[in-house]
């Protein structure tokens, strides 16, 4: 009988532990009102919390990027499971402002800092074959937690109330995240099957037209081709969060229930599946940037729809092709800085395109909310995000004429 590969466990734990993650990031939708209506706090001072979150993040992953290099997976996961758990119960709790901002802005930031980079960064160096689809099981679980947590936090502000919801939602992480973390092992790549790995991945590189130079992370940012890509992780970013943590509040503010609302961005989580396994199927064969780009085009196209989005199934078909582009990035994201870097460094370089991705959020989010509170509109906010991501997509017909530099 042939022996199970070990890297299909270590995505197995992944795709939970980043399904646990969802909770925080699609959940922070769902509370906007009801904390806004405990407390008469504004829509962008208290999306600001979820900013603050995504920066530190972003600052955090660039020493989590240089950890996993050193010291592997398990005692980072471990830390992220603990700040997640215990950010959603001291949430429970807040009653300013400042508050919200500490308590979320430093949970979220820890356990997406210790669980987003050391999972794909462990994935990417278990495998050289069939990269591109196990890089996308993670995110299909980040999907699928999307799909219950709205509905999921919903049915229980409705049942319970927003502190209760918190401290239901403060055990998850406990029971899931810790204990699985336990079971994560340092990728073959730093231990003793490294030259053998590395033999391999000469040849998959050459396959597929690829730089065999493996760059540092001070190599990687003297060149072009890093900017361009952190811009394009940066449009991503801003675009996704913007919608991720406003939509429930545009649809309600156009008509539509609270109810049906949460479900619009649960569809989107849910379809958000099929783009992260059926995009990451597809860059196994026609590669990581050209698959970025068409998912980029997508994005920026239903960004345009949503401008004129007032009915319930115009929602749902912006949901639909919103989600599956969103969810078809995710896995690209560290495929693509693979391809054009290398692996070895991969923690470093990973951990400073995290912080290009969660910077465009930390814009994004609170963005569109102070534009609403100013204007009582979310327009100008989507027209923004509209242009960046139009530049996002240039910056992309560039990086597919990135020629090989073999060594």
């Not at 979820?50 to 990027?65: C, N, Q, R, Y």
């Not at 973390?181 to 231990?191: I, N, T």
């Not at 003793?192 to 790995?197: C, N, P, T």
Request: charged residues 10%.
């Amino acid at each position: 009988m042939k022996r199970l590969h070990y890297g299909w466990v270590v995505v197995l734990i992944a795709f939970f532990v980043v399904a646990t993650n969802s909770l925080a990031i699609f959940g922070f939708g769902v509370f906007l009102k009801p904390l806004i209506a405990e407390f008469g706090w504004e829509r962008g001072a208290l999306s600001s919390a979820f900013s603050i979150g995504l920066l530190i993040a972003g600052i955090l992953s660039l020493v989590s990027g240089r950890l996993i290099d050193r010291y592997g997976p398990r005692i980072l996961i471990t830390v992220a499971g603990i700040s997640l758990g215990t950010g959603f119960l001291l949430m429970s709790q807040v009653s300013a402002l400042w508050q919200v901002y500490l308590v979320w802005g430093f949970s979220v930031a820890i356990a997406i800092s210790c669980s987003v980079v050391p999972t794909n960064v462990t994935i990417a160096r278990w495998f050289t074959e069939k990269r591109g689809i196990a890089l996308a099981i993670p995110p299909a679980g980040f999907s699928l937690g999307g799909v219950i947590a709205p509905v999921l936090i919903q049915r229980l502000i409705d049942t319970y109330d927003w502190q209760q919801s918190f401290l239901i939602l403060g055990i998850i992480p406990f029971v899931i995240t810790v204990p699985l973390a336990q079971l994560m092992k340092r990728s073959p790549d730093q231990v003793e099957s490294y030259s053998r790995m590395d033999n391999q991945l000469v040849e998959d590189v050459q396959s597929m037209s690829l730089p065999i130079l493996e760059l540092s992370f001070n190599q990687a940012i003297r060149t072009r081709w890093f900017w361009f890509f952190g811009f394009m992780q940066f449009a991503f970013g801003f675009c996704a969060q913007m919608i991720i943590v406003h939509l429930p509040s545009y649809a309600t503010d156009v008509g539509i229930s609270a109810i049906v609302a949460a479900g619009i961005l649960s569809v989107s989580a849910g379809v958000g599946i099929v783009g992260n396994l059926g995009i990451g199927f597809l860059s196994d064969r026609i590669g990581g940037r050209l698959a970025l780009n068409g998912c980029l085009v997508i994005i920026t196209l239903s960004m345009v729809w949503l401008l004129f989005t007032e009915e319930s199934w115009m929602f749902y078909i912006f949901a639909v092709v919103f989600g599956v582009a969103r969810g078809g990035i995710i896995p690209l994201l560290t495929l693509v800085a693979a391809e054009l870097f290398g692996l070895r460094h991969l923690g470093s370089i990973g951990g400073a395109f995290l912080l290009c991705s969660t910077f465009g959020g930390v814009l994004g989010s609170p963005f569109a909310g102070f534009i609403f509170d100013s204007s009582g509109s979310y327009s100008l906010a989507f027209g923004i995000a509209i242009a960046i991501g139009a530049l996002a997509v240039i910056l992309g017909l560039f990086l597919l004429r990135y020629k090989s530099q073999r060594i």
